[in-house]
Structure formats: structure tokens, C-alpha cells
């Protein structure tokens, strides 16, 4: 059974950078064919897809936030993070980490402000 785990704080202050880990346990993320997302909802908003790391390493961002958008990974942790640079409270959300097929994170909330 593949799980999905979202880690990281969940008061960041505007202007900082806010970063969170996702860690996979029961299957590997450089699987050949594996996508790994994060995504985000706003209280009382749609869901909202950020960004994509690919089993390759190769990434992909939202054209609405690819400034300030980075996804890396640690392989050796079987981790990919997610960083979002220059927050405001407008990036107040729940984020999650999902891969389409094998299931999505928890989600954990984050909230920007001072």
C-alpha cells in the first residue's frame, strides 16, 4: 500500500518561503512512469495543481505560480518537496501531495501571516 505524507509548518510569515516535504512509503519515486503532484485549496476554493515532479527528476509548474515555484527531491528518502517563495496570505491553503494513480496525501493546512 503506497501512503503519501505531507510534513512542514503550518504558520509561515509573508514574504518568507514556504516549504513542505512529502514522503512516500510503500513505493519508490523514481518508479519508471510515476508522477508526483502538489496541489493546494484555498479555504473555500477549487482545488488548485502547483506543480509535478516526474520519476525522471523533470518538473513542471503551474504557469499562475512557476516563479515561485520549485519542487526538488531526495531520492535517498524517497521525499520531494515542495518550495513556494514570497508567500502572501492569498497562499493560505491546505496543500497536498498526490499521484493520480496511487493516492493522495492527507493535506496539510498552512497559513500565511504575521
Known amino acids: 500500500q503506497v501512503q503519501l505524507q505531507e510534513s512542514g509548518p503550518g504558520l509561515v510569515k509573508p514574504s518568507q518561503t514556504l516549504s513542505l516535504t512529502c514522503t512516500v512509503s510503500?513505493?519508490?519515486?523514481?518508479?519508471?512512469?510515476?508522477?508526483w503532484n502538489w496541489i493546494r485549496q484555498p479555504p473555500g476554493k477549487g482545488l488548485e495543481w502547483m506543480g509535478v515532479?516526474?520519476?525522471?527528476?523533470?518538473?513542471y509548474y503551474s504557469p499562475a505560480l512557476k516563479t515561485r515555484t520549485s519542487i526538488s527531491r531526495d531520492t535517498s528518502k524517497n521525499q520531494f518537496t515542495l518550495k513556494l517563495a514570497s508567500v502572501t496570505p492569498e497562499d493560505t491553503a491546505v496543500y497536498y501531495c498526490?499521484?493520480?494513480?496511487?493516492?493522495w496525501g492527507q493535506g496539510t493546512p498552512v497559513t500565511v501571516s504575521s
Open positions: 498526490a499521484n493520480w494513480n496511487l493516492g
Open positions: 515532479i516526474a520519476y525522471s527528476g523533470n518538473t
Open positions: 510503500g513505493g519508490s519515486i523514481t518508479t519508471n512512469g510515476h508522477y
